[in-house]
C-alpha cells in the first residue's frame, strides 16, 4: 500500500463559498470605486459564465472571485500609496502577478 506522508497532502483549488460573487458585489457596489469596478466585474463574472459552461469547469468562477478579492483587499493600501505622493514609474502590472484572467 502506498500513503502519502502528511506534510505531502494536496492542496485543494480555491474555491470560494457558496454566495461569495454575490456578496462581493454588495461590496463593490456600496464601494467608492462602484462606478469603474461593479461593470468591469460583470463584464468579467460574464466571461467567467461562458468560460465555465464551455468547459464544464467551475474554475473561471472562482478565479474571478479570488481576484476581485483581492482587488477589494489591496484598495486601502492602493490609496495609501496614491495619496503619498510617491513616485509610481516602477509599478508591476496586476496580471503578472496574479495571472491573465482569460
Not at 492542496?11 to 464601494?31: F, H, S, T
Request: glycine content about 4%.
Amino acid at each position: 500500500m502506498s500513503a502519502q506522508p502528511v506534510d505531502h497532502v494536496p492542496v485543494p483549488p480555491y474555491a470560494p463559498a457558496p454566495g461569495a460573487a454575490a456578496e462581493l458585489l454588495a461590496q463593490l457596489r456600496a464601494d467608492r470605486r462602484a462606478q469603474m469596478w461593479v461593470p468591469a466585474f460583470e463584464r468579467d463574472w460574464a466571461k467567467a459564465l461562458e468560460d465555465a459552461r464551455d468547459s464544464f469547469s467551475l474554475t473561471p468562477l472562482h478565479d474571478v472571485v479570488r481576484i476581485w478579492q483581492l482587488r477589494v483587499a489591496a484598495a486601502p493600501a492602493v490609496d495609501a500609496f496614491v495619496d503619498s505622493g510617491r513616485d509610481d514609474s516602477g509599478f508591476v502590472d496586476l496580471d503578472d502577478i496574479l495571472g491573465a484572467r482569460g
